[in-house]
């Protein structure tokens, strides 16, 4: 009498940084072992036709199935590249894929959203309110972003400045970048009913709520946005760990919000604001704190080691708060949560 062999055991695959791990089964391919276990890796068409679920493979071996070469070319392939849609392993494998966060990760998805409303409210932001599929509700964590696929393929990120519960819609917060590809045209073209496409969420820059530590919130500018969706979602769970937000622009009128805030003071009694000014005219008439917002927080707690701080907006912010409050307040490296705002000025060097 023979023995059958035994099923071939499935491959291990990791994402990183999240270090997630889930299976997959002898000739599946790695989207869809992700998607049945609930990884919330990106996609879009699942067919090898969009892009949507291209990343980098760090180890291991694949063979794709059949897909389109601008969806993947064969010199991305070369370089590491792989669609998780079509992907088959061979071995265990090692992929990055920043998208992917912990195990309370929702499902990334593409839709389509209707320009609701545009509010223009300071000289260079605009309040963008979408509306979303009514079938196809955007679960996400307050904090996270969306990204615009443009038409081109180009994508642009916007945090979601309502918690979930605010929804369906989503209201975005956008700074007006002078000959930036997408917000010269929110800034000068669109109108109210434009549909775009929208692919979210994603990031890792939401409340951790397994901590009681104090919270310091830090944004600058439109950095406001996914601290304001923050705030909400403290408000809407009754979370009432003590947080401070510092909250800085250059001129008085970049904090476009500060009223909602000072209206959340009065019934949030463990959030204090911090406003910061760091180019006040005159005419501004400013009596509040001045300098680099980073700063004032350095200035207030010499010793962060026992606080978690959330910051987000302008890069040179975020890197700054990164490093000193590391290396000067004693801030523990993992308990610093952060989406510093990008642009392609950025990854150019410029
Ligand atoms: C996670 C994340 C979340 C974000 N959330 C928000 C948000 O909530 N609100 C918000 O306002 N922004 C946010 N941003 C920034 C946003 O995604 C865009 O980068 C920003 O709005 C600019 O887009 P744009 O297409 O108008 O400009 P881009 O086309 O990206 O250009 C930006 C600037 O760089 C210049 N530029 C373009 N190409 C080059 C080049 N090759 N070399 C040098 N300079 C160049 C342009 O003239 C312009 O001034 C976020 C970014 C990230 C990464």
Same mark, same amino acid.
């Given at each position: 009498?023979?023995?059958?062999?035994?099923?071939?055991?499935?491959?291990?695959?990791?994402?990183?940084?999240?270090?997630?791990?889930?299976?997959?089964?002898?000739?599946?391919?790695?989207?869809?072992?992700?998607?049945?276990?609930?990884?919330?890796?990106?996609? +879009?068409? *699942?067919?090898?036709?969009?892009?949507?679920?291209?990343?980098?493979?760090? #180890?291991?071996?694949? @063979?794709? $199935? /059949?897909?389109?070469?601008?969806?993947?070319?064969?010199?991305?392939?070369?370089?590491?590249?792989?669609?998780?849609?079509?992907?088959?392993?061979?071995?265990?494998?090692?992929?990055?894929?920043?998208?992917?966060?912990?195990?309370?990760?929702?499902?990334?998805?593409?839709?389509?959203?209707?320009?609701?409303?545009?509010?223009?409210?300071?000289?260079?932001?605009?309040?963008?309110?979408?509306?979303?599929?009514?079938?196809?509700?955007?679960?996400?964590?307050?904090?996270?972003?969306?990204?615009?696929?443009?038409?081109?393929?180009?994508?642009?990120?916007?945090?979601?400045?309502?918690?979930?519960?605010?929804?369906?819609?989503?209201?975005?917060?956008?700074?007006?970048?002078? +000959?930036? *590809?997408?917000?010269?045209?929110?800034?000068?073209?669109?109108?109210?009913? #434009?549909?775009?496409? @929208?692919? $979210? /969420?994603?990031?890792?820059?939401?409340?951790?709520?397994?901590?009681?530590?104090?919270?310091?919130?830090?944004?600058?500018?439109?950095?406001?946005?996914?601290?304001?969706?923050?705030?909400?979602?403290?408000?809407?769970?009754?979370?009432?760990?003590?947080?401070?937000?510092?909250?800085?622009?250059?001129?008085?009128?970049?904090?476009?919000?500060?009223?909602?805030?000072?209206?959340?003071?009065?019934?949030?009694?463990?959030?204090?604001?911090?406003?910061?000014?760091?180019?006040?005219?005159?005419?501004?008439?400013?009596?509040?704190?001045?300098?680099?917002?980073?700063?004032?927080?350095?200035?207030?707690?010499?010793?962060?080691?026992?606080?978690?701080?959330?910051?987000?907006?302008?890069?040179?912010?975020?890197?700054?708060?990164?490093?000193?409050?590391?290396?000067?307040?004693?801030?523990?490296?993992?308990?610093?949560?952060?989406?510093?705002?990008?642009?392609?000025?950025?990854?150019?060097?410029?």
């Amino acid at each position: 009498m023979t023995v059958p062999p035994a099923a071939a055991a499935p491959f291990a695959i990791t994402v990183q940084p999240s270090g997630r791990a889930f299976s997959v089964e002898r000739g599946e391919a790695i989207l869809a072992a992700a998607i049945r276990q609930g990884i919330g890796m990106p996609y +879009g068409c *699942k067919d090898g036709a969009c892009g949507s679920c291209k990343c980098r493979k760090l #180890e291991g071996t694949v @063979v794709h $199935g /059949p897909h389109q070469t601008k969806a993947l070319s064969p010199e991305e392939e070369a370089g590491g590249l792989i669609l998780t849609c079509c992907a088959v392993p061979q071995t265990d494998v090692v992929l990055e894929s920043r998208q992917v966060t912990d195990e309370s990760a929702f499902p990334v998805r593409k839709m389509p959203a209707r320009v609701t409303t545009l509010e223009k409210v300071s000289h260079d932001v605009m309040v963008v309110k979408l509306q979303l599929p009514a079938n196809d509700t955007l679960r996400y964590h307050a904090g996270q972003y969306v990204e615009f696929i443009l038409r081109d393929g180009a994508r642009r990120s916007y945090s979601m400045a309502n918690a979930p519960h605010n929804g369906p819609g989503v209201e975005l917060h956008i700074r007006h970048m002078p +000959g930036g *590809k997408f917000t010269d045209h929110v800034f000068t073209a669109m109108k109210e009913k #434009e549909i775009l496409r @929208v692919e $979210g /969420p994603f990031g890792s820059f939401f409340l951790r709520e397994d901590s009681a530590k104090p919270m310091v919130l830090l944004a600058s500018g439109t950095g406001f946005a996914p601290i304001k969706a923050l705030i909400e979602h403290m408000q809407h769970k009754g979370i009432t760990r003590p947080a401070t937000l510092y909250w800085g622009g250059r001129r008085p009128g970049d904090l476009y919000m500060d009223g909602w805030v000072r209206e959340r003071l009065a019934s949030m009694p463990h959030l204090r604001y911090v406003p910061v000014v760091s180019n006040a005219l005159p005419e501004d008439n400013w009596t509040g704190r001045t300098g680099f917002v980073h700063k004032a927080v350095m200035e207030d707690h010499p010793d962060l080691s026992g606080h978690q701080v959330y910051a987000c907006g302008a890069p040179i912010v975020v890197d700054s708060a990164r490093a000193e409050y590391g290396a000067r307040c004693g801030l523990p490296p993992d308990e610093f949560y952060a989406d510093s705002f990008t642009t392609e000025a950025d990854k150019h060097g410029s």
